[in-house]
């Protein structure tokens, strides 16, 4: 009964932010592809090109290049948006972060409130930055908005238990890897091997897996390998 103007049509011209790319269905990352390489799409029940002349910006926090690796993202598709990676690592990882962030969210909450939030306590601080926020910033941003919310004085608190996982303790990045990150190990060991432990440069590790020099530097110290991907041998 109307048209209905599409994302690609109504960025003409402009920038269009695509979040959560990993998680695209086949289907629909054909359709992306087909947009991003001819520049052009056909609306729903028209047979008529359209041409548009879009800048893209794609964000996930999914391992592409596992995600190619397991056959859930198209390698095509992964090539035509990684041609300017930006890797942002994840909220452990920028600690130094998390005391601006917490100050521009308790702001931000306490104004929706009605509240005067003068001061964030010191052991809440460094309450936040102890912990690994396996939610990144928006488990940050939920933990705040609910603290703000009991807050009654003009010190901003954070209850303890609500920072403890379900078995009671932190686990560190070592501990219980997923199957997910178990493919990580396998793909950063192969180009590592690959490129004898070089990461940086044209026939580094992160130029074969196609990501910034940051993201397999910052994976292996996560993992604890050394720059072979091999796990140090441990003494019993």
């Not at 009991?150 to 890897?177: A, C, I, N, Y």
């Amino acid at each position: 009964m109307q048209r209905r103007v599409g994302r690609f049509e109504a960025a003409d011209g402009g920038t269009l932010f695509l979040d959560e790319i990993g998680d695209l269905p086949m289907e629909t990352q054909i359709v992306l592809l087909r947009v991003l390489q001819e520049r052009e799409f056909e609306r729903v029940g028209s047979n008529q090109p359209i041409s548009v002349d879009v800048r893209l910006i794609a964000a996930t926090n999914r391992d592409l290049p596992a995600a190619v690796a397991a056959g859930t993202f198209r390698q095509d598709l992964f090539y035509r948006l990684n041609v300017f990676p930006i890797a942002v690592p994840p909220l452990r990882e920028r600690a130094e972060d998390i005391s601006l962030l917490a100050e521009y969210f308790v702001g931000r909450y306490a104004k929706a409130a009605g509240k005067n939030i003068r001061h964030i306590s010191k052991d809440t601080l460094e309450l936040l930055k102890a912990y690994d926020w396996p939610g990144n910033i928006r488990e940050l941003q939920n933990v705040v908005e609910r603290a703000v919310i009991l807050t009654e004085t003009d010190t901003f608190v954070v209850d303890e238990s609500w920072l403890k996982r379900e078995s009671g303790k932190l686990e560190t990045p070592h501990q219980g890897l997923s199957a997910l990150a178990d493919r990580e190990v396998e793909i950063i060991e192969a180009a590592l091997a690959e490129s004898h432990g070089r990461i940086s440069g044209p026939s580094g590790a992160a130029a074969k897996l196609g990501i910034p020099r940051q993201t397999p530097e910052s994976k292996i110290r996560r993992l604890g390998l050394d720059k072979y991907g091999r796990k140090p041998a441990t003494s019993k």
